[in-house]
Every structure is written in structure tokens, then in C-alpha cells.
């Protein structure tokens, strides 16, 4: 029973009947060629060989051309060389262009057994390696997948609570019912307008719904008082900001929002309260709130007045742009159109669903697709992807595999294309697994892939 099989490359019929005859006494199975064309047919129709012992000086091919082609077809089979003592620097260079070894002319068995041998080993050696690297390869897919599944359903957790933490002010708070989901939907809405990314605006989005949780600690004297407050009692109020911030810094993953919560009540200009920060000094989460909020506010009905249409909402935010709102965040508001924030405000006044879970994990937006870039029609889309032969549509996305010589040109590779998609704002899904990189580009918002996913793809096919 063979346990290995070798290629013997040799151009004389009596050294490929000695060598032959050396390994079956070994029980290594043997198949012997004449020249470097019939290896490589050899090769072709079954590449299934553990090793290739070729003379270097034959007719026709070379050991050396034969050599290149064989490293081509089966990277992990070793070529041992084989050479007189007058071309020894011919087998030193075979070595250097990816022989394993060589053996001189004439030999003796000892000797070509031992080099087989060692080369043998090498080559098990290499397929122990390349299964261990795909084993771990599938068992960091595998525990990555566990990590974002765990991570998914925290957060879900995280965010139900928070819609608890919701529910118990606007049962607390019935005049303003429903009105921390719509200006978080306004919140998003605007902050997906600036190209945030995904973490900012989760975020942002918590601070947003979180804004007015420091009421629950305002006494319901003053919090529920019908009429005007006095000067006391709207101190006391505006205490609000500072007691929501307490509450939520305490507690990891709000942290950040928790500077939202705190600097809601702030004018651009500094005349806000509670600390008087003025322009960029404000988060700017709570600069797009601050918009958010009054148009909600604009929008709703009050004790002292109906509830006024969107258009009305957009002319009294543009009139206090620079003062009490960033100019930024009115620019944006006012290139987005009424409909949107009335197909908003319908969705979550209208809906049954459970409205945070979506709203959190973005997928409320990515079913309406109507926020971000326009999405390309199919035939505008065939006609762009002409020009990026290498690009594939997958499930909705535009994809592109690269392979490259080394882990290291892969990282390489991916954090270069991860600059440049910063720079360009936008958030590709990369996998790499070892040598290899899996690119997929679609601009969620928009439901599809828009002319930003294309310029990306161009980008990306530059570096490479």
C-alpha cells in the first residue's frame, strides 16, 4: 500500500527506471514522464501528486520552465531538482525560484531516499497547515457570528428598556404623548441627512428619546401645573436637563447620549440653558435634536393653539437659524421635503408595531428608503457596473472578491479602502478571511445602490 505518490521527470529512460525502481522499494507509488510536457499533462489530469523530482537539463522544456508552470498548478507540491555537480548553480537558482531541494548526479539510494523523505514530510506538513488555517479560519466566522448575534440581542435588550424608560414619562407626561418616538424619528431623519454613521446616530437616537427623562424627577406639582409656571418653579424645570444627564451617566452604553440629554435645552447663540454653551461647544447630536424638537413642537397641538402644517414649521426653524438653531442643521432640514416628516409622524402615530426596536436598529428608515441618496434603476445600474468589470450584483449589493499573496497585503488593502470610505462617508461591509477580502457596497438609506456605492467601487479599484 503506497502511502505517497511522486512525478519523475527525466529525459533518459535508465534514470527514470532506477529512480522508479528506488522508490517502489521504498512503497512510495511512482509515475515517470520523459519531458516537462507530459509533467504538466500529468499534472493536468490528475494534480493529486505529493511531490515532483525533475531533471533540470531535459529536451523540450526545462526543469526550470517546468518548475514555474508546476508552482502555478500545485503551489503545495515540492520540486526537488535534480542535476549533475557541473550545473550546481543552476540547482541553487531553482532553489531560490521555489525548489525545495536538489539531489547531484549520480546518486545514491540513501540519498535520494533521504531528500524524498524530507520533502515528503514538507509537503504534509503544508497540508496540516492549510487545513488548520481553514479550520480557524471557520472558527473565527463562527464565534464572530455568535459576538454580533449576542451583541444584536443586547442591544435589543438595551433598547426595550429604553422603551420602557419611555412609556413611564408619557404616562407621567399625557400632553405630550408620543411626542419623544416623533422627534426621534425627526433626530435620525436629519442626522442620516449629514451622512453620520450608524453609531452616531444610535446614539444620537437615544439621547433623543431619552431627552426629557430627567421630568421624572420634577414634581408633578409643577411638571402637571395647568397654568404659567413662576420664576421658582421654571428653575426647578430646567433642573430637568442636569437630573436626565445624572441618570443615564451612570450607565455604560448611555454615556455618550447622556450629553445629548444634558444639552438639549441649548441655543447656538448661548442663551440656553443649563450651562449657556454656545455654537459647536453644543453636541452636536443636541444641534439636531434642537431641530427635531421644534418642528415637532410646531406640528403638535397644544392647549393654546393647533397644531401648525410642516411648511409653517420649516419658515419659524429658518427664522431662528443662527440663533437659537446651527444653521447646518437648518440647511439640511430645508433641503428635505414636507412629505417626509408627514409620512414619519404618520408611521408612528398610525402604526401598531412596536416602534423602538426598528427605530434603534435603523430598519425603520431602510423600509421607508427615503432618506440618503436616490437609488439607481436597474438600467441605469447595468450601464454603471459596464465600467467595473470586476463588480458583481449579489442580493442587492455590489460585490468584489480580491484575493492577495499575503494576510499582511490584505490588511494592507482593507485599511486603505477603509480610509478612503471614510473620507468618502460611507460604511462598505468588508470580510476578510486570511489572503482574501469580500467587498460589498449598498447605501442602506436609499434601499439600493446609489451613485455614492458606484464612486466607492471606482475608488477601491484605483488602489488595486
Known amino acids: 500500500m503506497y502511502s505517497s505518490r511522486v512525478l519523475v521527470v527525466d529525459d533518459e529512460l535508465y534514470v527514470r527506471t532506477i529512480v522508479l ?21 500529468a499534472i493536468q489530469a490528475n494534480p493529486e501528486f505529493d511531490l515532483v523530482l525533475s531533471d533540470i537539463m531535459m529536451s523540450g522544456m526545462d526543469g526550470m520552465t517546468l518548475l514555474a508552470r508546476t508552482r502555478e498548478l500545485i503551489p503545495q507540491t515540492p520540486v526537488v531538482m535534480v542535476t549533475a555537480i557541473t550545473d550546481l548553480d543552476v540547482a541553487l537558482l531553482a532553489m531560490r525560484n521555489g525548489a525545495y531541494d536538489y539531489v547531484l548526479k549520480p546518486f545514491q539510494q540513501e540519498q535520494l531516499l533521504a531528500t524524498v523523505n524530507r520533502a515528503l514530510e514538507y509537503r504534509k506538513l503544508l497540508l496540516q497547515n492549510s487545513m488548520y488555517k481553514h479550520k480557524l479560519e471557520e472558527l473565527v466566522t463562527a464565534r464572530t457570528q455568535m459576538l454580533n448575534q449576542a451583541i444584536t440581542d443586547l442591544e435589543r435588550s438595551y433598547d426595550i428598556t429604553l422603551e420602557a424608560l419611555g412609556d413611564a414619562l408619557d404616562l407621567k407626561d399625557t400632553e405630550t404623548e408620543g411626542h419623544s418616538k416623533r422627534v426621534t424619528a425627526y433626530t435620525i431623519a436629519l442626522a442620516r441627512a449629514m451622512e453620520l454613521s450608524p453609531a452616531e446616530i444610535r446614539t444620537i437616537a437615544r439621547g433623543a428619546f431619552l431627552h426629557d427623562v430627567g421630568k421624572m424627577a420634577i414634581p408633578d406639582a409643577i411638571l402637571l401645573k395647568p397654568g404659567k409656571l413662576n420664576a421658582e418653579e421654571q428653575e426647578i424645570m430646567r433642573q430637568h436637563c442636569a437630573r436626565g444627564y445624572h441618570m443615564l451617566a451612570k450607565i455604560p452604553f448611555l454615556a455618550e447620549a447622556a450629553e445629548i440629554v444634558h444639552s438639549h435645552q441649548e441655543h447656538f447663540d448661548g442663551s440656553g440653558y443649563p450651562r449657556g454653551l ?10 439636531i435634536f434642537a431641530v427635531a424638537d421644534a418642528l415637532d413642537a410646531i406640528t403638535s397641538d397644544r392647549p393654546y393653539r393647533e397644531a401648525q402644517p410642516f411648511s409653517k414649521a420649516r419658515q419659524e426653524i429658518k427664522r431662528c437659524s443662527g440663533t437659537q438653531f446651527d444653521p447646518d442643521v437648518v440647511d439640511i432640514l430645508m433641503s428635505m421635503p414636507d412629505r417626509l416628516w408627514a409620512d414619519l409622524r404618520g408611521e408612528i402615530v398610525g402604526g401598531n408595531q412596536r416602534f423602538l426596536p426598528s427605530l434603534f436598529s435603523l430598519d425603520f428608515f431602510r423600509r421607508k428608503g427615503s432618506i440618503g441618496g436616490a437609488r439607481l434603476h436597474e438600467k441605469e445600474l447595468l450601464e454603471q457596473l459596464k465600467a ?32 478612503q470610505a471614510e473620507a468618502q462617508k460611507h460604511h462598505p461591509d ?21 451613485a455614492r456605492d458606484i464612486k466607492l467601487a471606482h475608488t477601491i479599484d484605483g488602489i488595486l
Open 430 to 450: 468588508i470580510d476578510i478571511r486570511y489572503d482574501r477580502v469580500r467587498i460589498s457596497l449598498v447605501t442602506h438609506d436609499s434601499g439600493g445602490i446609489t
Open 21 to 41: 525502481a528506488m522508490l517502489q522499494e521504498a512503497h512510495v507509488e511512482a509515475v515517470s514522464v520523459a519531458d516537462g510536457n507530459e509533467a504538466l499533462e
Open 278 to 287: 454656545k455654537g459647536n461647544d453644543i453636541p452636536l447630536g443636541a444641534r
Open 388 to 419: 467595473l468589470p470586476q463588480w458583481k450584483l449579489l442580493d442587492g449589493k455590489i460585490v468584489r472578491n480580491v484575493q492577495f499573496g499575503s494576510f499582511l497585503e490584505a490588511i494592507e488593502f482593507v485599511q486603505t479602502v477603509s480610509a
